[in-house]
């Protein structure tokens, strides 16, 4: 291969990006494990945005980041956001169990974010998930 303007740049680029592929999307900076706990929970959370307050939306919902991975029971928390349309915004959260998610819904933080968003968000809510277990 040519080494020209292009390729190092490329290269460079991917070189510097590399740490960033094990960057934490797990709660805590938590490992992979091999298995789902048995009782885990998904849910997929979604909120929509005022036109022209998805700054101000993204800002709340990534208040949340830090505490919520922080949380016992919290796998992963991820915060998404709409690349064809930026006033939607998606949580996806991994639980260990129920009961850690009905505690995340009680927490300082989680109680605070309702009057963050007020007055900036059109419509919310989730929908959660439970691992089928086959045979």
Not at 26 to 47: N, R, S, T, W
Not at 94 to 110: F, R, S, Y
Request: charged residues 25%; glycine residues 10%.
């Amino acid at each position: 291969m040519e080494i020209n303007r292009r390729n190092l740049l490329a290269g460079s680029a991917a070189a510097a990006a590399w740490p960033l592929l094990g960057s934490p999307c797990f709660a805590d900076d938590k490992k992979a494990h091999g298995e789902m706990p048995k009782d885990a929970v998904i849910l997929v959370a979604q909120v929509k945005a005022k036109a022209g307050k998805e700054d101000d939306v993204r800002q709340a919902l990534a208040s949340m980041l830090e505490p919520t991975r922080k949380e016992e029971g919290c796998i992963h928390y991820i915060l998404h956001q709409d690349a064809g349309d930026k006033t939607n915004f998606m949580f996806y959260e991994v639980w260990a169990n129920g009961d850690a998610l009905k505690k995340h819904g009680q927490t300082p933080h989680m109680k605070a974010l309702g009057p963050k968003l007020n007055g900036l968000t059109d419509k919310g809510g989730g929908v959660t998930f439970y691992e089928l277990v086959t045979p």
